[in-house]
């Protein structure tokens, strides 16, 4: 069972970066897709993007296509989310997932416990 633990989150300003990681424990790292959802306070959870078990392929939700970055390092049991030009709407908390399924799962089995992104105007 793998252990998802993020950090990189905090305040930001509009306009401004921040760089989520997420580091896992407790599995093969390479065995799963990983990913990364959102929650805004009121709203539903919302996926953010996928990256396949090599890196190679990414996906991201069209709301951070372009602003976001998904990528992994598998000799760092790792992934990361590069958030550049934030804006005020991408206020969350953003969690971390993990499951050892095919591409694009329609669920992910494993989740971290969260970490908070606060963006000000």
């Known amino acids: 069972q793998v252990q998802l633990v993020e950090s990189g989150g905090g305040p930001a300003q509009a306009g401004g970066s921040l760089r989520l990681s997420c580091a896992a424990s407790g599995g093969t790292f390479m065995r799963y897709v990983m990913g990364w959802f959102r929650q805004a306070p009121g709203k539903e959870r919302e996926f953010v993007a996928a990256?396949?078990?090599?890196?190679?392929?990414?996906y991201h939700a069209d709301s951070v296509k372009g602003r976001f970055t998904i990528s992994r390092d598998n000799a760092k049991n790792t992934v990361y989310l590069q958030m550049n030009s934030l804006k005020p709407e991408d206020t969350a908390d953003y969690y971390c997932v993990a499951d050892p399924g095919a591409w694009r799962p329609l669920q992910y089995h494993y989740w971290g416990q969260g970490t908070q992104v606060t963006v000000s105007s």
């Open positions: 990256i396949d078990r090599a890196g190679i392929n990414t």
